[in-house]
């Protein structure tokens, strides 16, 4: 049995912070997709946080793709911190960061691409 | 001590998630042989994504298959091979492509088998009568990519 990803979003000034808690796999659309397509109208940067996400894998980036696609539809910006070193390099052989900035922490994350 | 060859197998139900007890049990091989940690990330991701290959594409999550994990390590490498009851692979390594991906023109999945290449020294997958398997080997002494 997988346990279920949980996602914490808080919103502040058009900034959306989704906190990833779990393993993010492909069981994990709700926590992923589901809350992404539940943020306001108004929500202009997207912040996702790494940081409680112990195992991520090619599905589970998959997904993080499908948000960066819908986001990009939206011209709101994706900021990611929190990753460990491993998936940063991960993120980045895969060209993730073509289409999201990667910060070591959440200020940077809030203040990147601002 | 022995000098050969020591071999650790692992017999996994075709459920995902599984996938994560052949990923730790590698790391915890490769720890006992000196790996650096960032190595043994490295290796963690090729066995997972080699495992979900098996249990999705190979043995189509059907847990009465089993897909059977072999981890021999020797002075010098570790080898895992992941072996399941599907045809195995017959297609080149898909690099992924983010700007297809993010345009709609190609699916954001199908990564994983340009993971696995790109994280360890040398990837095989090899067909036999009565399944197939993929076999890793990650080096001691990391001699730069040699390609599969």
Partial sequence: ?114 | MKDGPITTELRLPSRLGFEKVAMSTAATVAELMGFSQDRIEDLKTAVAESCINAIEHGNHLDEELSVVVTLTMDSKALEVCVRDHGPGVHQEVHVPDIDRKMHGEESARGMGMFLIQALVDEVEYVSEQAGSYARLVIRLKAEGAQGA
């Fill in chain 1, 1 to 114: 049995m997988v346990a279920p990803t949980k996602t914490k979003v808080e919103q502040n000034d058009g900034v959306a912070v989704m906190r990833f808690e779990g393993d993010i796999t492909s069981a994990s659309e709700d926590a992923v997709l589901g809350k992404y397509q539940k943020l306001p109208e108004n929500t202009s940067k997207v912040v996702l946080d790494f940081s409680k996400v112990p195992y991520l894998n090619s599905s589970g980036i998959a997904l993080v793709i499908q948000l960066m696609i819908a986001a990009n539809k939206s011209s709101r910006t994706v900021a990611c911190f929190g990753l460990s070193a491993h998936f940063v390099k991960v993120f980045k052989m895969l060209g993730l960061a073509k289409y999201t900035t990667i910060s070591d922490n959440e200020s940077a994350a809030r203040a990147a691409g601002a």
